[in-house]
């Protein structure tokens, strides 16, 4: 009886876990010809929109100039806060005046773990940032995790066993990274790292 109540357990653990993990949604459209400035004002609209939503950690417009296509990205603290912003009504009205701008709707995979650090689906108008900003900026977020690992857990941890110990460190550092770090040094950065020059 116990066993099956721990598996009961475990399910409702792994279904709670997976709705407090941050959601990312990423919309692509090919806006019509002469049409890019009325877009974009209703893209605005749609972002201060989601932010009015319980959960929105961020919204942004990418687009590559000269470009028709422009890829808007919302991130909610979990896939419950971003269901909601989705299937909003405010979202359906807008969604409708975006018809009438655009020539075609694309909801492109969404992003998790390491792959959302720096980069977006790919995407022929959506460039990743240079490989020297992404290792600068990924040295100046781990460099303050390390110290603190360092002068924290590692002392207390020192007599347990050398295997274990290993694990606990890139356990720590990548759940942080993935989760909590580079999210908010991605955004501190972004113009920066998507700069063009």
């Given at each position: 009886m116990n066993s099956i109540e721990e598996l009961t357990s475990a399910g409702?653990?792994?279904?709670?876990?997976?709705?407090?993990?941050?959601?990312?949604?990423?919309?692509?459209?090919?806006v019509k010809p002469g049409r890019e400035a009325p877009y974009e004002s209703l893209v605005r609209e749609m972002i201060a929109a989601s932010e009015t939503f319980p959960g929105q950690l961020d919204a942004t417009l990418l687009h590559e100039p000269g470009s028709a296509d422009y890829t808007l990205v919302y991130s909610f603290v979990d896939q419950e806060a971003l269901r909601a912003w989705l299937d909003s009504q405010v979202r359906q009205r807008l969604l409708r005046r975006a018809d009438g701008l655009a020539d075609n709707h694309l909801r492109l995979p969404s992003l998790s773990g390491l792959e959302s650090w720096f980069s977006l689906p790919h995407q022929a108008t959506i460039k990743p940032p240079p490989r020297w900003k992404m290792w600068l900026v990924s040295l100046l977020a781990i460099y303050p995790l390390v110290v603190v690992f360092q002068a924290w857990p590692v002392p207390e941890i020192k007599t347990w066993p050398l295997l274990v110990r290993s694990a606990i460190f890139?356990?720590?550092?990548?759940?942080?990274?993935?989760?909590?770090?580079m999210p908010a040094v991605t955004r501190l950065f972004r113009r920066w790292l998507f700069s063009r020059h």
């Open positions: 409702a653990d792994q279904r709670r876990r997976a709705r407090q993990e941050p959601a990312t949604a990423v919309f692509v459209r090919r890139p356990l720590i550092l990548l759940t942080l990274m993935t989760y909590v770090v």
